[in-house]
């Protein structure tokens, strides 16, 4: 029902920026919550940062607080993840995620298990 797909990423160096990109289809965007997770080789998936359906509140991961920003544009059916002074260890896949729930909380957008849709993932790679 709803396709999403990821752009943005790249090799960069440490210190540098990304602005990755998600673009959805299929579905009114405005009525899905939306996250960003990574995957890095031999690890799991984790979550990185989201941003609810209703009113735009946002929530990151630890590791990323203070140097990412999520934010969407309904009327593009896009959401961003804006990256700051990136470091080695944030090399992995990056993926985009959507949830068809009318509740949110940070608990639950955290989780992989509850998101419904995911996009192909775009790599990110920080050279030191």
């Known amino acids: 029902q709803v396709q999403l797909v990821e752009s943005g990423g790249g090799l960069v160096q440490a210190g540098g920026s990304l602005r990755l990109s998600c673009a959805a289809s299929?579905?009114?965007?405005?009525?899905?919550?939306a996250g960003w997770f990574r995957q890095a080789p031999g690890k799991e998936r984790e979550f990185v940062a989201a941003i609810s359906r209703s009113d735009g509140t946002t929530y990151y991961a630890d590791s990323v607080k203070g140097r990412s920003t999520i934010s969407r544009d309904n009327t593009r059916n896009t959401v961003y993840l804006q990256m700051n002074s990136l470091k080695p260890e944030d090399t992995a896949v990056y993926y985009c995620a959507a949830d068809r729930s009318l509740r949110y909380s940070f608990v639950m957008l955290r989780s992989r298990s509850e998101y419904d849709y995911w996009g192909q993932g775009t790599q990110v790679t920080v050279s030191s």
């Open positions: 299929g579905r009114t965007f405005s009525s899905l919550n």
